[in-house]
């Protein structure tokens, strides 16, 4: 039978001993048996089974101080400054930029628990209803998905899978998660739906994950696999069911679930899924009056001058940033009283590329902010919009790098082209590694990317602003620190 329930709680025995708690208003499944399930004429009965594992990935990978900080704050597009009596907490920015982060980082510890609980609550189900192959299939490639982020942030990580037993887990190798991603899709991709479902993963889906996993195979296990990526990449082009949005920021825009060029998605909803708190993290206070908005920001996040100018100023996504004067709904100008003396800018509020410290007293306006995804009138400290976690314009981006790698310089020329195209940009003629790179950063700037290509590119542990050249073993975040006292079987990574 079906009974309608606010709060569902769930022990999650194989994540190191935490219960987890969801909150979903809509019916779930109750007294159901997997034969139920299979024997049912009714479709829904499958979807509302699962709710409760893709609500736990909408969680709060948008939200500050967890997945999305680490990758985006860690790299050299962005920023949290040190404000006087502002974003102290502790230094732990300051050293997320530095690269001098500690294994105690409360956003460390996020990290791992939002990952591992979306995995036990995946276990949970398959245990449940082990025998029902649709749902088993779909749910064992969304794990896949997680690990994806596991793998790339802390490289070493136990796999726990519904055949895990109790106890602590010890740690995987990097190679060993690497080909249980791979084989989680792989055995699974032929029971997927064929459809083009933004918020459930699909066999297009399953290809696009393979080839993000296969571009960065050189790094997660020391063998380059550039034309296993290329051919799960024309898997997803080939299909001919996503295209390009004329318009780049409709993949952003607070109803973009009609976008053909986002591939999956998260449903963020300011009233009933809240978690995507952007413009509390990036917006000065004063922005409040700018999108009449129901709380006042934060003004933390902003973006680091040198990756702001290597925007050409015709490109279409240099909007990607909140630059200038800044103005109330009304049309007037924005006065910030408390100003800093020093500040060449004055009250008149003003985003400026150019940051005059990163502590201890940043300028209140200095940075110009993630202007990426549209901050609708109104707006709670939640944003309604879809976050795309896939995208076909980046899929286009890992065909070209593919074929760049193996030589193909004619078809990476084509494929990066249609990204420059949309952007109002000149064509390459020519192209470098380097031309990659930036073109990555320029279409991908905030979509938890950067990380992932400066490391793949040789980039990650160079000097930038207010950074020193970094140590190698910087490259993998280390495991937590509560999570090795929860659990003395793990091992922490290398050099921490």
Known sequence: MLKSLKKICLMLPLTFGLGACWELDQEVLDGVTADDIANSTNPNLVNVLKASAYSRIVGSWGAHNSIWSIQEVSSDEMVITHKASDWEDGRQWIKMHQHEWETKEESFNNSWNYCYTAIGEI????????????????????????YMWLIDAFGNVPIVDENSTGGNPTNNSRAEVFAFIESSIKDNLDLLSDGT????????????MLAKLY????????????????????????SGKYSLTSDFFANFAERNSGSTENIMTLPYDQNNAGGFNLPMMTLHYLNQQTYNLQEQPWNGYSSLEEFYNSFDDNDVRINSFLEGPQYAADGSRLNDISAEAGDPDGQPLTFTPEINM???????????????????????????????????GDILLVKAEAAFRQGDISDALTYINMIRARAKVAPYNTLTADDIFDERGREMFAEASRRTDMIRFGKWNQAWWEKAQSEPFRALFPIPQQAINANPNLVQNPGY
């Open 215 to 238: 571009l960065n195979a050189e790094i997660y296990t020391g063998t380059p696999r550039w034309a296993d990526a290329e051919t799960a990449a024309d898997m997803v082009i080939q």
């Open 123 to 146: 276990n949970n189900l398959i245990i449940q209803y082990p025998d029902v192959v649709e749902l088993k299939a779909e749910l064992s490639v969304l794990r896949a998905l997680v």
């Open 197 to 208: 479902n933004k918020y459930t993963v699909n066999q297009l889906t399953a290809h696009a």
């Open 358 to 392: 990163l502590t201890p007293n940043a300028f209140r306006q200095a940075g110009v902010r993630v202007g990426k995804y549209e901050f609708a009138n109104g707006a709670t400290s939640s944003l309604s919009n879809d976050y795309p976690l896939i995208r076909y």
